[in-house]
Structures are given as structure tokens and as C-alpha cells.
């Protein structure tokens, strides 16, 4: 547990900064102190999650908080033991001594609650005695409820140690690709000439590595998932799974684009397998790469530390893949970076992944097909050599991220700008002669990324350091204090940025956020995607408020507004919410959209409906400093 220091009400402000704090009254109704009913909703999102902090005797008015206090803090604290074991109202307890603290400001005794990030064996945790319905997530300062797919899928990583090691008694030879086959097996002949799996026939050959197997149980035999996944043919791992995607984009510049000038997907002419996708990928990828003179027992060695670093990522984005999830297998080559997206969350926290070790690979099978041709290293040691490859060139920290909405997903952006550009460095230097070189290593690091990148949120700034989330907001606050940065915005929407930076306003159309994303094709249909190219390869099936929404789009967002067509008192408010927040859900829908959609003045649709979603962050915004913008924009978040 990082200690949780909280010791003046002037600190009470820099609470609100942080999506992993959730702070309650905890009065009772003889205010005495009880723990809240809603406390283990996010008890449950927070240890699916990320994990966070509860704070306990607080008050909240207006986005401000105001201390309270719990008068009978031992009885609160006994209560919260016996809750947390009671199976029936909460699926495992996570919480010890160590993780529950009492403080106190100004007399008056708080509650803080750290809550840890679930083991994968241990989620989902859930409420009630029963996962569906009762399992939550944390999605930016507010408690979500997860869709029964959702929970079935976190249940599948619960028990399955590995994910491809069932046998399809229904798949055979027929589904494989034989000339993928072949290659593989000369790739590893090559490797090991005087290896006896060589002399096998495939059959034999595809048992040994772990391709083909027979049901012990009723004596049937057939492909693995790894083995179909490996060398099967497209149509066939198609039937196995629906969202199977595969996509690679070579991008001409680092900018607003809707082009590439090479892919690789899944068209029909060639094999669709992962075995095949990684050969064409990787010659792709380091394709045009600098390879130094450096000699090594007399032999030229054409392996440098940034080819390691790319088929380790890539192997990566293989091998660490749910392939029954939506989101596609996405790799990015641009002048500026390297992007690697897979679909599934990590198994491990992100911050053990960063440090090697404790290995937890979705697809093990399929990793020890890679590494029987050395392409990948053993589970648990990718990141770090990714890691190392890019700090020998100086450059910038990979950013290895989780994505929830609106499919799970993991993005993983090795950028190849300096770590400390010397310009950057220069300026602020120049600027503030006295200040920068009196600030700490965390603060200077804040203020190079800041001038780097021109403008951030809280949790792109978390991402780019090692420091604890509640460190990081100290230290923008006295930035800003000094001066030496600016903000826009509030809470979550707040962004920091150079105190020159000219923002998004109604006047100012080229300067907005939007204008800043990255237009893609989602390969599953003809709806544009936007990207943030801050945020890497990350591709959501959203329509940003520019680009309009097509014909047969439009025709499913009428069919989901006809249900709730008329008045409140007729449908009910909570239908129409209902239908708000889906017509938004994965797509920027404008009011005036939204308001021909529902019938409604778009007036008394902002007022009646959206600005309370907007405030219950429900809905984000597509201009979050310019609310009144004319082209306001609207997002289930």
C-alpha cells in the first residue's frame, strides 16, 4: 500500500484530481458513521480495475470537499471486516490491516480504504453471491456495472491458465495451411539441424510442439486453438472465432491522416494465420531500420537492440491476444513510432509487466511455437527487452496502456523521439533560468512532456512517469502555481499546457482537441475511427462529430429512437436516458442529432438530459473546455 498522506483541508482540493478516489460521507442516519451501501460497488470496480482509494467521513458539494469526520470510527471499521468476509455480500476479501488507515484533520477522524488490483484468479469480484449483474469496473471517476459477455469472459481468464490449449475434435489437416507449415518447419530445421523432430511427419511434428493433440477423455483428436490460431487457414479460424481481425498499416506521416501507404489484412490472398502474419509483419517493421557495423566472433551481426525490441513487441501482441474479444490485432508503422494494439487487458498489472517476471501469458502454447523458432523471448521478459531496446537509443519511455471502453484492449507505443529533446531542454532553460533547474526530476519530467507534447490530461501525464498518481497531482498544482504550466478544463476533462498554448475555442476551430486525432478505417465496416496520436494505434468504432454518420447507421440510431418517442410522463425519463446513452455509445452524436433523433428541442434535451449525464460522467464531451461549442458533441464514456 502507498501511503496515503492527507493532512490539511488545502489537500482536500487535489482530491478530485485522481479517478482512483472515491470519497464518501459514511454519516449513517443517526450520523455517527455507517459505511455507505453504494462503498462496494466500488469496492468491486476498483479491484477489477486498478485498484484505488476509499476515503470514508467526507463531504462533497459543488466538486469541493469538506471534512466531516466518522465519530464511531472503530465500530465503521469493524463493520467494513465483517462485510468484506461475508461471502454472501462480497465475493473475496481484499482488504488487511495494512490496507485500512485511519487519519485525522482538523480532529475529525477519516477512514482511507486502499483497495488492490484483483490477482486474475480472483476476478471478478463481485457482489450479492452472483457475478451477473452484480460485477463493476472503474471507468474514470464512476462505478460501471459489467455486461454479462463482459463477466463470462472474465470468468474464462479466471479458470483457463492458458486459452489456446483446447482440442478441436471437430477441425482436421484440411484446416490447416500446409505451405505455412512447411516454411515454419524449415525455419526450424535451420535453427536445429540435428534435431529429431525433424524426421517426423507433420502429424507427428504438430504433437510435438503442441499444434495437435488428443482428448485424453474420449480419445478424439484434432488441431489445438494454438495449433488452428498458428497455421489454419482464415475461413476455418473464422468458424472457431467471429471477431478474429488482423491488421497491419504502414502511416506516411505523424499527423491528421486517412491513408496508408501499405497494409497487411485479411483479404483473401493469403493465408490468414498469425504464423504468416508475423513473417510479413516483421520484415515490414524493420524494414528501412539503421543496422550498425559490429562484428561478433568475425560474422556481421544484423541484430540490433531495436530489432529485438519489435519482434519482441510483436510476438507480444500474438501471443497475449483474447481472440474471442471485438477489437482487432493492430500494428502501426510511422515515421514517428511503432504501435502495437491486441485485444484482452493484461493479465498482470501493468506495473509488473514494465518489470519482467511474474508471467501470466494468455496463449501459452502459442509462445512456445515462437520461441521453438526464436521469435520471442520466455514469458515474462518481452516488456523488459522492448525496454531496454528503446533506451538504447535514448528514446522516449514505451507507453504499455489498458483500454476498457468501448472493447478491451491493450495498447503498447514505442516512440521514437529523444527522451529530453535538447531544444525542449534549451527553452525552458531560457524561459525560467531559475526555476527549472531547481525542480525535481518528477516536475522537470512533467514539464518536458507538457512542452513536448503541447497539452495532456492527468492520466496521459501518470503514464509517462513512475510516480504514484496522488504525486503527480502535487506536483502539477505547484507547476501551475509557478507559473510554469496551465490548465483548462475541469476534472477529468482538465488538460495542462504550455501558458502560451492557445486553446480549443468556438473561434479557434483549428486549434480544438479533435483536430489533433488520427483518422483510420475500422476493417469491420465503413465507419471512420478517430485516434488521439498522443494515444497510439488505439482504434474505437467512433464517428467524430465531422464526419457524420452514414445512411445505415443512421437507420439503427432511428430504430433505437422510435422506442422512446413522446413525452416523459408516456415513455418514462429513465427509457429515454436509456436510449440517449446507446444512440452514444461508441460514437460522438451532435445535439442537433440527437435532438431530430428523440423529437425533442435540442434546448430541453441539454438541459433535461444532458448536461446531468454529462455531470454524472455518463456522457463525455467532444469539446470539453467549449461546452456551448456549436458543434458540441456527445459520447457514452
Avoid at 141 to 155: F, G, I, N, P, T
Avoid at 372 to 400: R, T
Wanted: proline share 5%; net charge negative.
Amino acid at each position: 500500500m502507498i501511503e496515503f498522506a492527507l493532512n490539511t483541508l488545502d489537500e482536500l482540493a487535489l482530491l478530485r484530481e485522481s479517478a482512483e478516489i472515491e470519497c464518501k460521507l459514511a454519516s449513517g442516519q443517526d450520523g455517527k458513521g455507517a459505511i455507505p451501501k453504494d462503498m462496494w460497488e466500488s469496492y468491486s470496480a476498483m479491484a477489477n480495475t486498478d485498484g484505488g482509494y476509499i476515503v470514508l467521513g467526507l463531504k462533497e458539494k459543488n466538486h469541493q470537499f469538506s471534512v466531516v469526520g466518522i465519530e464511531q470510527i472503530e465500530k465503521v471499521k469493524a463493520d467494513l471486516f465483517n462485510t468484506a468476509n461475508n461471502p454472501d455480500k462480497v465475493s473475496i476479501n481484499l482488504l488487511t490491516n495494512q490496507t485500512v488507515q485511519e487519519i485525522e484533520i482538523d480532529g475529525k477522524k477519516l477512514l482511507v480504504i486502499f483497495i488492490p488490483r484483483a490477482k486474475r484468479q480472483q476476478r471478478p469480484v463481485f457482489l450479492k453471491g452472483n457475478p451477473l449483474g452484480n460485477t463493476y469496473k472503474r471507468l474514470h471517476e464512476a462505478d460501471q456495472k459489467l455486461s454479462d459477455e463482459q463477466v463470462k469472459r472474465m470468468l474464462a481468464e479466471q479458470v483457463e491458465d492458458s486459452r489456446d490449449d483446447e482440442v478441436l475434435v471437430h477441425f482436421s489437416m484440411a484446416d490447416l495451411d500446409l505451405e505455412s507449415l512447411r516454411v515454419y518447419r524449415q525455419t526450424y530445421a535451420n535453427l536445429n539441424p540435428s534435431h529429431p523432430w525433424n524426421e517426423l511427419d507433420n502429424e507427428a511434428f504438430l504433437r510435438m510442439i503442441g499444434a495437435w493433440r488428443v482428448n485424453r477423455e474420449t480419445g478424439m483428436q484434432g488441431p489445438t486453438v494454438a495449433g488452428l490460431l498458428m497455421f489454419g487457414i482464415y475461413p476455418a479460424i473464422q468458424e472457431k472465432f467471429p471477431y478474429y481481425m488482423l491488421d497491419y498499416q504502414e502511416r506516411p506521416e505523424a499527423k491528421t491522416e486517412l491513408r496508408w501507404v501499405d497494409r497487411v489484412t485479411l483479404d483473401g490472398t493469403w493465408s490468414g494465420n498469425l504464423y504468416d502474419f508475423s513473417r510479413k509483419v516483421y520484415r515490414k517493421l524493420v524494414d528501412g531500420l539503421k543496422v550498425p557495423f559490429r562484428l561478433e566472433q568475425g560474422v556481421r551481426q544484423e541484430d540490433t537492440p531495436v530489432h529485438i525490441a519489435l519482434r519482441e513487441a510483436l510476438a507480444n501482441v500474438i501471443i497475449h491476444a483474447d481472440y474471442t474479444g471485438r477489437a482487432s490485432v493492430l500494428v502501426v508503422k510511422r515515421p514517428d513510432m511503432f504501435g502495437f494494439r491486441n485485444p484482452g487487458l493484461m493479465r498482470v498489472p501493468v506495473e509488473i509487466a514494465l518489470n519482467g517476471g511474474e508471467p501470466d501469458c494468455r496463449n501459452r502454447l502459442l509462445a512456445q511455437m515462437f520461441r521453438y523458432i526464436k521469435f520471442g523471448e520466455q514469458a515474462g521478459s518481452g516488456i523488459p527487452h522492448i525496454l531496454d531496446g528503446w533506451k538504447s537509443q535514448h528514446w522516449k519511455v514505451p507507453l504499455l496502456r489498458e483500454v476498457s471502453e468501448p472493447n478491451e484492449q491493450t495498447l503498447l507505443e514505442l516512440k521514437m523521439i529523444d527522451l529530453y529533446p535538447p531544444e525542449v531542454i534549451e527553452f525552458l532553460n531560457q524561459k525560467f533560468p531559475q526555476a527549472f533547474t531547481k525542480l525535481s526530476e518528477l516536475e522537470r519530467i512533467i514539464v518536458i512532456t507538457i512542452y513536448s507534447e503541447s497539452y495532456l490530461t492527468h492520466h496521459q501525464i501518470c503514464t509517462q512517469t513512475s510516480a504514484h498518481t496522488r504525486e503527480v497531482t502535487i506536483a502539477l498544482v505547484k507547476l501551475e502555481r509557478m507559473g510554469i504550466i496551465a490548465s483548462t478544463g475541469e476534472q477529468k476533462n482538465k488538460v495542462y499546457h504550455c501558458p502560451d498554448v492557445e486553446i480549443p475555442t468556438p473561434d479557434n476551430e483549428s486549434g480544438r482537441f479533435l483536430a489533433e486525432h488520427v483518422f483510420v478505417v475500422n476493417p469491420h465496416s465503413n465507419v471512420t475511427s478517430a485516434v488521439n496520436p498522443e494515444l497510439g494505434p488505439d482504434l474505437t468504432p467512433e464517428v467524430t462529430p465531422d464526419s457524420g454518420i452514414d445512411q445505415q447507421e443512421w437507420a439503427k440510431l432511428q430504430a433505437i429512437a422510435n422506442l422512446v418517442k413522446g413525452s416523459a410522463r408516456s415513455v418514462g425519463k429513465e427509457a429515454i436516458v436509456a436510449a440517449i446513452l446507446e444512440i452514444c455509445s461508441g460514437r460522438y452524436v451532435t445535439l442537433s442529432d440527437l435532438a431530430q433523433l428523440l423529437d425533442k428541442k435540442p434546448d430541453t434535451l441539454r438541459k433535461n438530459y444532458l448536461n446531468r449525464l454529462v455531470k454524472d460522467d455518463l456522457l463525455g464531451l467532444a469539446y470539453p473546455t467549449t461546452r456551448n461549442h456549436p458543434k458540441q458533441a456527445y459520447i457514452k464514456i
